[in-house]
């Protein structure tokens, strides 16, 4: 680019001094006055737009590739907010497991989703997957570039954003898929049998309907509308999440003979609102950074209407979730009220760049009078699931795909086909792991780990040593 404007430069000054010399010769002479007019005239016609142009689409490439990596970074906060969310809801015993699953599946997506994951869901996709021949990288001319070749510059420029930039904020995608397969499978799943199933998801299970959508696959080819992953990043995980409840089990006592459910309070109530205050926060990065561009007037107001309408929906569905919890739990809950908030996040996502900013009141508000209402129908059917994650991420994000019908010109039957047809994959490939993993390595930890906790059993470490923890009772 430097060179580019070198030669605008020169180009400029040669164009200057044949305006002088001919003023110089021209005396009073009328034709050479307009014979100067007409050569400064041409270099401002020609020469100016295009030394503006080069700077523009420079600034261009900066701001796109700044905007993913700071949105990115954003997105990356959100892993805190689920480890927050979670360690809160277990109890102590088990809060030091937390901690390290949610580290070590962001780990875990990053090196899977760099080593085969993009590459499945981005290159060469034509209607199914993407191919792989190595990981993704810096291309050559970036490479060339860091190197002090600037004759690349415009090669570099045209891509739009730096290569890694793109990698970066698609790889935080990932992480938050596989964060809602955590908290669902708290307190009684094995360490490294959930890494495993992490290292499937991230490696193959996501890219590979990420490829059929984001990619550019069938359904894409389709019309299928799903702006920031309401179906593809939250139901994904859902889906993943049940299939792991039904082969790992509940926890015990969590399901009485008589039919009855077991209430187990969380640990740490503060700790799950400020994890849902982060995730909150992380949830602009998340929606706004989805526009994939910030390089002029239309992406500032764009952005603008996203992150309103993301705040908007997730204060209906908090507001929802607490009105609806007293007639249908007997009481206002607060962990499903904070869910509330979650699955109002989770059902805009489809579609957060609508500009009639009511409709993601009523979105959010449905989403919030669904979590509560999973819940209970989770309850009926016995399946534990420790945080909500199910109700809120699986539930709240097919609302949320086939509210984009109603808000945001959505095919009805296309999004009911990307609905079910990602919904069948990913629950049935995720249950065949499950199921598989639990006869090699087995899924659940020994009944005498669960009663001393995976904290002590596992890692042989207390998260509260101070704390005195009293024996488990079935009241």
């Known amino acids: ?18 305006g002088l010399g001919l003023f110089r010769s021209a005396g009073r002479s009328g034709w050479r006055i307009a014979a100067l007019v007409v050569v400064l005239t041409l270099s401002l016609v020609f020469v100016v737009p295009q030394a503006y142009a080069a700077v523009t689409a420079e600034t261009q490439f900066i701001l796109n590739s700044f905007s993913f990596l700071v949105w990115g970074a954003l997105v990356m906060w959100m892993c805190a907010g689920f480890t927050m969310l979670e360690a809160g809801s277990v ?38 997957v993407g191919s792989f021949a190595h990981p993704y990288s810096t291309t ?3 490479i060339a570039l860091l190197g002090g070749d600037e004759s690349v510059t415009e090669a570099v420029v045209e891509s739009g954003y730096s290569t890694m930039s793109d990698w970066f904020f698609q790889m935080v995608f ?16 094995k360490l490294w049998s959930f890494f495993v199933f992490i290292a499937l998801l991230t490696a193959f299970i996501y890219p590979v309907i990420g490829s059929w959508t984001w990619g550019g696959g069938w359904l894409s080819q389709m019309g299928f509308q799903d702006f920031a992953g309401s179906t593809i990043v939250h139901s994904t995980g859902g889906w993943a999440a049940l299939a792991g409840a039904m082969i790992v089990g509940a926890r015990k006592g969590k399901f009485r003979e008589d039919g009855s459910v077991k209430t ?15 995730l909150w926060l992380g949830w602009f990065g998340f929606n706004g950074g989805s526009q994939l561009a910030l390089s002029g007037a239309i992406d500032a107001v764009a952005l603008s209407n996203i992150l309103a309408n993301t705040n908007l929906a997730a204060a209906a569905g908090v507001l929802a979730a607490i009105s609806l919890s007293r007639p249908i739990m007997g009481r206002v809950d607060l962990v499903t009220s904070l869910n509330g908030a979650i699955a109002g996040l989770v059902a805009i996502t489809a579609g957060p760049d609508i500009v009639d900013h009511y409709f993601a009141v009523i979105i959010g508000a449905i989403g919030g ?44 039957a296309v999004q009911i086909i990307g609905i079910l047809a990602i919904g069948a994959f990913v629950f049935g490939t995720s249950f065949l792991s499950w199921y598989i993993i639990d006869k090699l390595l087995g899924a659940r930890i020994p009944p005498a780990h669960e009663e001393l ?23």
């Open 264 to 278: 187990t309070a969380p640990s740490n109530v503060p700790a799950v609102t400020l994890g849902v205050f982060i």
């Open 174 to 189: 990932v992480a938050t898929t596989a964060s809602i397969v955590s908290g669902t499978l708290a307190e009684r799943v």
């Open 140 to 142: 050559g001319d970036e």
């Open 91 to 128: 109890r102590t015993k088990n809060a030091s497991v937390i901690c390290l699953k949610n580290i070590g599946l962001y780990s875990i997506a990053g090196l899977t989703y760099y080593l085969v994951g993009y590459n499945l869901m981005y290159v060469d996709v034509v209607s199914w």
């Open 369 to 412: 009078a669904i979590v509560v209402l999973g819940v209970k129908l989770l309850e009926m059917v016995k399946v534990d699931d420790v945080v909500g994650a199910v109700p809120a991420h699986l539930f709240a994000g097919v609302w949320g795909t086939l509210a984009v019908c109603i808000a945001a010109g959505g095919d009805p």
């Open 453 to 475: 906790g995976q904290d002590a059993a596992e890692l042989g470490i207390e998260s509260y040593p101070e704390f005195v923890l009293m024996p488990e009772t079935d009241d």
């Open 1 to 18: 680019m430097r060179d580019e404007f070198r030669v605008t430069h020169a180009t400029s000054s040669a164009s200057s001094r044949l």
